[in-house]
């Protein structure tokens, strides 16, 4: 069964700082991958998606994302926090076909960033 | 260009009581989904609908029932609530499954007394 898994549930990094959250992944066949963020009281928007092709990918706000399938991983990466991204990520897997597309969520990340 | 907006936006009902949310997708999207987002979780898929029918069904019980209108507009119908059914209900939409990308509503928080 498709499953997601975000091992880490609170992060707190200290602005300026390196960022890196974990996402492990179960899907049967070549995954649709997407990072999606949450910020109180608002819907999920969409950080970066992989489909296929290059396995690094780059998304808004200088997030990029990195799909090893060996590892069944697409851990998000930022080089430098900035106090504005302090929010909850959400890491889905998609299944499409023809006519239909569901995401399956892990159970997301929750940032906090330090002044 | 409007993006996805869900109405309404809070509510409070109580044990047994039914509920109905709205959901208006990003103008030219055809086909609309359902999300369950319990707190401290992540969003559960409920079901999509296109062309005015339900494609796919996450699972949910009966309980849980949908509609899309013709003018792609959707509803999502939850009866004889239980404290369970607390959640941010989040609709999304998209034009072209193939691509998987979804667009998000800020949701409906729906708390069951």
């Known amino acids: 069964a498709q499953s997601v898994t975000q091992p880490d549930i609170h992060i707190t990094v200290s602005e300026g700082a390196s960022l890196e959250l974990r996402c492990n992944y179960s899907y049967g066949a070549t995954p649709y991958l997407f990072w999606y963020v949450q910020s109180p009281g608002q819907g999920l928007q969409l950080l970066l998606k992989y489909f296929s092709g290059d396995t690094l990918v780059q998304g808004i706000k200088g997030f990029e994302a990195e799909f090893k399938r060996s590892q069944s991983s697409f851990n998000l990466r930022k080089p430098s926090v900035h106090w504005s991204d302090a929010a909850e990520y959400f890491c889905?897997?998609?299944?499409?076909?023809?006519?239909?597309?569901?995401?399956?969520f892990g159970s997301g990340t929750k940032l906090n960033v330090k002044p | 260009d409007a993006g996805v907006t869900q109405s309404p936006t809070h509510l409070i009902k109580t044990r047994g009581q039914q509920v109905t949310l709205r959901c208006s997708p990003k103008s030219g999207h055809d086909t609309v989904s359902w999300y369950q987002q319990a707190l401290g979780q992540g969003p559960q898929f409920i079901f999509q609908?296109?062309?005015?029918?339900?494609?796919q069904r996450g699972n949910f019980p009966d309980r849980f029932s949908g509609h899309q209108f013709p003018n792609y507009s959707s509803e999502l119908n939850v009866n004889a609530l239980l404290l369970g059914d607390s959640a941010l209900y989040l609709c999304?939409?998209?034009?072209?499954?193939?691509?998987?990308?979804?667009?998000f509503g800020e949701g409906s928080r729906l708390t069951v007394l």
């Open positions: 889905a897997v998609g299944e499409s076909s023809n006519n239909f597309n569901k995401f399956y």
């Open positions: 609908y296109y062309e005015e029918e339900e494609r």
């Open positions: 999304a939409s998209s034009l072209d499954p193939a691509t998987g990308e979804l667009f």
